[in-house]
């Protein structure tokens, strides 16, 4: 497999629930140590395209492929294996409220990965100074803040080692003082050259990181293209209203 | 002083034999009980279709049936059918089953609490449906479900008594007989209400050590 190659591709995802079409057939691909954002406003599609993307949502048609291989959802191992390959970040972070930072870090790799406890803390020790974190390893979700939970969650993410990582608009629960943080430990991972599909309504720092946004609206992709192009050239109206809608509210910096 | 010395000789060897059964079908009966609760509160939660009717029938009949009516089927209604068990095996199996109704209904509303994104987090970490329930679900659900249990054992080493109506002598079963004897209700019940208290005020304690014990960040609403 050369570079070229995409390392993610969906095909043709569609989702309904009851007779509300989320996803209408929506395609993509990414190639390894690609960074794409997928904006739009609420109820686009954003995170039910994600929870498809790792099958969290069974979507009704469509394909995923990773690595060239066709996933089967309906093989229990083969989609547990592909799950352990794909790293997820929710917005409203899911840390495992009975467990440590640490312990959050390593389960995953004592108890799907089967790796002996005290290598796996090791493993985990290391991704929590990633992010940051070594001096509150010991300390439970309920005693972190909201900055400190979504980076101990990507700490837990990239134990697994994931070839691509979902991230479902991970600065929008925090309080805005805490958005800096875990927006420089994304940072981090697109300089490190992780693969990334990320949903945000961040467009400064999608402008900044990402090599393509995506426009979604009623769960198709409206426009996709360089963020110089999607941002401020956009050939669609509705992007353009929804780029200077989300203009307005987060600020000047898109001038 | 008549009454001192019937109660040394008579009443306390007879009442300690008592209390040793008790004893005998509480806590059997609490251990199996709490964990085939765990189980059909996950049925009901996580089974599929077919498992959670079956699990939402088992409670509607052992919640609904009287337990003594429960008791009397095992004991006095399986021979009929061939099957013979022993006055302390019907009240273990009556009690076990009883009480494993009313846990999983603890167990399923503690289950229910837990949101949908812990679960979604570990699936998506590539967790098992069976590991994401024994390592995130269980172990939150758990702690939550914990005072509730506790209550029902509390009562179930009350409805312990029980089992003497099925002829396995136990504490009230003596009790009842020393008195029919004696005509020292009064005193014989008195007695043997106390050493009630005593259990129960022992299985409080037990129960609040183990809730103190599992407590931890997020999860101490449940100090006390």
Known sequence: ?255 | MNEWIYIQNAVVPALWKGLVVSIELIVPSAIMGLLLGIVVGTLRVYGSVFLRLLSDGYVVLFRGVPLLVQLFTWYFGLPHIGIFLSPFSASVLGFTLCSAAYHSEYVRGALLSIKRGQIMAAQSLGFSTLDTLRYIVLPQAIRRALPGCGNEIIYLIKYSSLAYMITCIELTGQAKALASQSFKYLEIFLIVGFIYLVLVSIASWLLNKLENALVIPGFELYKS
Do not use: W
Request: proline share 4%.
């Open chain 1, 1 to 255: 497999m050369t570079n070229r190659d995409p390392i993610l591709k969906i095909e043709n995802i569609s989702k309904k629930y009851g007779s509300k079409e989320i996803l209408r057939s929506i395609s993509l691909e990414i190639k390894k140590g690609e960074t794409k954002v997928l904006i739009g406003p609420s109820g686009a599609g954003k995170s039910t395209l994600l929870q498809c993307i790792n099958f969290l949502v069974m979507p009704d048609t469509g394909k995923v492929y990773l690595d060239g291989r066709c996933i089967n959802s309906r093989k229990k191992k083969e989609l547990y294996t592909y799950r352990q390959q794909v790293g997820m970040i929710f917005q409203d972070f899911n840390l495992f409220d009975h467990l440590t930072a640490l312990e959050n870090v390593s389960i995953g790799l004592i108890r799907v990965k089967k790796i002996k406890r005290s290598e796996a803390n090791e493993r985990a020790m290391q991704e929590l100074k990633r992010v940051g974190l070594e001096e509150h390893a010991n300390k439970y979700p309920a005693q972190l803040s909201g900055g400190q939970k979504q980076r101990v969650s990507i700490a837990r993410a990239l134990a697994m080692d994931p070839k691509v990582m979902l991230l479902d608009e991970p600065t929008s629960a925090l309080d805005p003082e805490l958005v800096g943080e875990v927006l420089n430990v994304i940072r981090n991972l697109v300089e490190s050259g992780m693969t990334m599909l990320m949903a945000t309504h961040q467009i400064n720092f999608a402008a900044a990181v990402a090599d393509e946004i995506i426009f979604m609206e009623n769960g198709t992709i409206i426009e996709h293209g360089p963020p110089q192009e999607i941002l401020f050239k956009p050939k669609n109206s509705r992007t353009k209203s929804f780029c200077s809608k989300i203009n307005e509210i987060y600020g000047d910096m898109l001038t």
